[in-house]
C-alpha cells in the first residue's frame, strides 16, 4: 500500500499592503535636546527664574531682573563658571544647528496626548525654527569637595514649566550635568530640595540620590553679610540708614563717628560726613576677611 503524501506546507501570511516606516514616530512625537544657553537666551532664562520662585512659594525674594542676570552669569567659559542648559521641545526634527548640544538623551519621545502649552508665544526660542520652545532649564556651577579632593558641580536650579512634567525632562537635565560631571572627571553633584516637595523628594530619590537629613543649610545673605564684615554694629546702622536717605537722622543720634571722634551735626557737615563714611563702609566690605 502506497504512502500517505506529506502535507502541503503553511501558505505564508500575506503581508499588509501599507506599513509605517521604522523611522516614523507613532503616536504624538516630541522632539528634545539640551543646549548651552548664551547670553541671548536670558529673557527666558528670566522669566523661567521667576516661574520657579512662584513655585516654591518664594517670590519675594526674587529680585532678579534681565540685567543683573546678563552682567552677572555669562562672564566666564561654560563649565569654568555658572553655565545653563536649556531645555528645548519641537513637534519636528531640529535641523542642524550651532549650537553645542548635549549627547546623553534620546532625541525623541512618544506622547499619548499632544502638549497644550498655554505659553508657547512667550517662551517661543530665538532659533530660526517657530515650533521650538524653551520647556525647562538647569543652573550649575563648580565647587569642590575636601574629602574626595576632586571638584563637583552644585545644581542652583532645575526647573521644568508645568506643562512639560511628568515626562522625563527633569531626569534629561539632570543627566545632561551628571555626565558632564563624568567626562571632566567630577566626584559629586549636589543639590537641594523643599522638605514639602514630596514629589522632588522621590525624583531625586529615584534618581540614585542620596538625601541627606542630617545637614542643614547655613547662609548669609542682606544684611547679614554686612554684620559679619563690619567691626561694629554702628557701621551697620549707619550703612543701613544711609541706604535708606536717613543717615543725617543717624548723625544726630550717635554724635560721633565709630572712632568715638564727635563731629560737629551742623547741617552743613551731614552730606559730608556720611559721603566719607559710606565710601569708607566701601572700603572696609573689600579689605575686611570673612570670619567665620
Given at each position: 500500500?502506497?504512502?500517505?503524501?506529506?502535507?502541503?506546507?503553511?501558505?505564508?501570511?500575506?503581508?499588509?499592503?501599507f506599513t509605517l516606516p521604522e523611522t516614523t514616530p507613532i503616536g504624538n512625537p516630541m522632539f528634545?535636546?539640551?543646549?548651552?544657553?548664551?547670553?541671548?537666551?536670558?529673557?527666558?532664562?528670566?522669566?523661567?527664574?521667576?516661574?520657579?520662585?512662584?513655585?516654591?512659594?518664594?517670590?519675594?525674594?526674587?529680585?532678579?531682573?534681565?540685567?543683573?542676570?546678563?552682567?552677572?552669569?555669562?562672564?566666564?567659559?561654560?563649565?569654568?563658571?555658572?553655565?545653563?542648559?536649556?531645555?528645548?521641545?519641537?513637534?519636528?526634527?531640529?535641523?542642524?544647528?550651532?549650537?553645542?548640544?548635549?549627547?546623553?538623551?534620546?532625541?525623541?519621545?512618544?506622547?499619548?496626548?499632544?502638549?497644550?502649552?498655554?505659553?508657547?508665544?512667550?517662551?517661543?526660542?530665538?532659533?530660526?525654527?517657530?515650533?521650538?520652545?524653551?520647556?525647562?532649564?538647569?543652573?550649575?556651577?563648580?565647587?569642590?569637595?575636601?574629602?574626595?579632593?576632586?571638584?563637583?558641580?552644585?545644581?542652583?536650579?532645575?526647573?521644568?514649566?508645568?506643562?512639560?512634567?511628568?515626562?522625563?525632562?527633569?531626569?534629561?537635565?539632570?543627566?545632561?550635568?551628571?555626565?558632564?560631571?563624568?567626562?571632566?572627571?567630577?566626584?559629586?553633584?549636589?543639590?537641594?530640595?523643599?522638605?514639602?516637595?514630596?514629589?522632588?523628594?522621590?525624583?531625586?530619590?529615584?534618581?540614585?540620590?542620596?538625601?541627606?537629613?542630617?545637614?542643614?543649610?547655613?547662609?548669609?545673605?542682606?544684611?547679614?553679610?554686612?554684620?559679619?564684615?563690619?567691626?561694629?554694629?554702628?557701621?551697620?546702622?549707619?550703612?543701613?540708614?544711609?541706604?535708606?536717605?536717613?543717615?543725617?537722622?543717624?548723625?544726630?543720634?550717635?554724635?560721633?563717628?565709630?572712632?568715638?571722634?564727635?563731629?560737629?551735626?551742623?547741617?552743613?557737615?551731614?552730606?559730608?560726613?556720611?559721603?566719607?563714611?559710606?565710601?569708607?563702609?566701601?572700603?572696609?566690605?573689600?579689605?575686611?576677611?570673612?570670619?567665620?
Amino acid at each position: 500500500m502506497a504512502a500517505a503524501a506529506p502535507p502541503p506546507p503553511p501558505t505564508p501570511t500575506p503581508s499588509p499592503a501599507f506599513t509605517l516606516p521604522e523611522t516614523t514616530p507613532i503616536g504624538n512625537p516630541m522632539f528634545v535636546r539640551i543646549r548651552l544657553a548664551t547670553k541671548s537666551d536670558v529673557p527666558h532664562i528670566h522669566k523661567l527664574i521667576h516661574q520657579l520662585a512662584l513655585f516654591e512659594r518664594l517670590p519675594h525674594h526674587c529680585s532678579a531682573t534681565e540685567s543683573s542676570i546678563s552682567a552677572t552669569l555669562f562672564n566666564s567659559p561654560p563649565f569654568h563658571s555658572f553655565t545653563v542648559f536649556l531645555l528645548e521641545v519641537s513637534p519636528h526634527p531640529f535641523p542642524p544647528t550651532p549650537h553645542p548640544t548635549h549627547p546623553f538623551y534620546p532625541p525623541t519621545i512618544n506622547l499619548d496626548l499632544p502638549v497644550s502649552d498655554p505659553e508657547k508665544e512667550v517662551f517661543r526660542s530665538d532659533d530660526n525654527n517657530d515650533d521650538v520652545v524653551v520647556a525647562g532649564f538647569v543652573l550649575f556651577f563648580p565647587n569642590y569637595s575636601t574629602f574626595l579632593s576632586k571638584p563637583g558641580f552644585y545644581i542652583e536650579d532645575l526647573f521644568v514649566r508645568e506643562c512639560y512634567r511628568r515626562k522625563g525632562f527633569g531626569k534629561m537635565l539632570l543627566s545632561s550635568v551628571a555626565a558632564q560631571a563624568v567626562k571632566m572627571g567630577y566626584g559629586r553633584v549636589e543639590w537641594v530640595v523643599l522638605d514639602w516637595n514630596v514629589n522632588a523628594i522621590r525624583f531625586c530619590e529615584e534618581m540614585g540620590a542620596q538625601v541627606l537629613q542630617e545637614w542643614r543649610i547655613c547662609r548669609l545673605t542682606g544684611l547679614g553679610i554686612l554684620v559679619v564684615h563690619l567691626p561694629t554694629a554702628r557701621e551697620t546702622l549707619f550703612y543701613v540708614l544711609y541706604r535708606r536717605k536717613l543717615a543725617s537722622i543717624f548723625i544726630f543720634m550717635v554724635k560721633g563717628s565709630a572712632s568715638g571722634r564727635r563731629i560737629p551735626v551742623a547741617p552743613r557737615n551731614m552730606r559730608q560726613y556720611s559721603t566719607s563714611r559710606h565710601k569708607k563702609i566701601h572700603l572696609l566690605l573689600r579689605r575686611r576677611p570673612t570670619q567665620c
